[in-house]
T-cell receptor
Framework: SAVISQKPSRDICQRGTSLTIQCQVD?????MFWYRQQPGQSLTLIAT?????????ESGFVIDKFPISRPNLTFSTLTVSNMSPEDSSIYLC????????????FGDGTRLSIL | GEDVEQSLFLSVREGDSSVINCTYT??????LYWYKQEPGAGLQLLTY?????DMKQDQRLTVLLNKKDKHLSLRIADTQTGDSAIYFC???????????FGAGTRLFVKA
């Protein structure tokens, strides 16, 4: 399975600032996703990162708050903009192949705390 | 809509078997997964089963699928303290790219 590297692994940020999280995969993958896991909760899909076009956002998530880039088949970034304490979460990058025969794999996540 | 439900907590003694249960609603589910999340880590794929199978065994792990009742279980034999983690059940339906996750079951293993 693909090896997924996320950076940073954790950060503590001031409210009102923005942070960009990077996700690098060691092989080309069709699908890349960004999830949020709030403390003690399950995973919530933020968006699907599309190569060369705008990401597809889930209900409740907007591009202005969570801009996403995906310049190629091995790399994506998620920016958390104008952060508030409610954005304190784990943010997870996940990858899968379009054929649907292979499960999603996850990076180790970015643990974000907003003061 | 699609939904995956799991019990939230399970506590077992070291050496006993653990059984984590999950129910799902999507009758077209093709793939059903179990992920493990240890503290401070991401999700690790443990095992998965196709919906045309009834059982899958992988070392200490046994997955049982009851399609009629839409019930999936994960049995961990000889549970160890290192098995303490959150276990997520997830489903993905035919032709879909979106995986639906349960809330996760927190397994506590007592020495």
């Amino acid at each position: 399975s693909a090896v997924i590297s996320q950076k940073p692994s954790r950060d503590i940020c001031q409210r009102g600032t923005s942070l960009t999280i990077q996700c690098q995969v060691d092989s080309q993958v069709t699908m890349m996703f960004w999830y949020r896991q709030q403390p003690g909760q399950s995973l919530t899909l933020i968006a699907t990162a599309n190569q060369g076009s705008e990401a597809t956002y889930e209900s409740g998530f907007v591009i202005d708050k969570f801009p996403i880039s995906r310049p190629n088949l091995t790399f994506s970034t998620l920016t958390v903009s104008n952060m508030s304490p409610e954005d304190s979460s784990i943010y997870l990058c996940s990858v899968a192949d379009r054929d649907g025969n292979q499960p999603q794999h996850f990076g180790d996540g970015t643990r974000l705390s907003i003061l | 809509g699609e939904d995956v439900e799991q019990s939230l907590f399970l506590s077992v003694r070291e050496g006993d078997s653990s059984v984590i249960n999950c129910t799902y609603t999507d009758s077209s589910s093709t793939y059903l997964y179990w992920y493990k999340q240890e503290p401070g880590a991401g999700l690790q794929l443990l095992t998965y089963i196709f919906s045309n199978m009834d059982m899958k065994q992988d070392q200490r792990l046994t997955v049982l699928l009851n399609k009629k009742d839409k019930h999936l279980s994960l049995r961990i034999a000889d549970t160890q303290t290192g098995d303490s983690a959150i276990y997520f059940c997830a489903e993905r339906n035919t032709g879909g790219f979106k995986t639906i996750f349960g809330a996760g079951t927190r397994l506590f293993v007592k020495a």
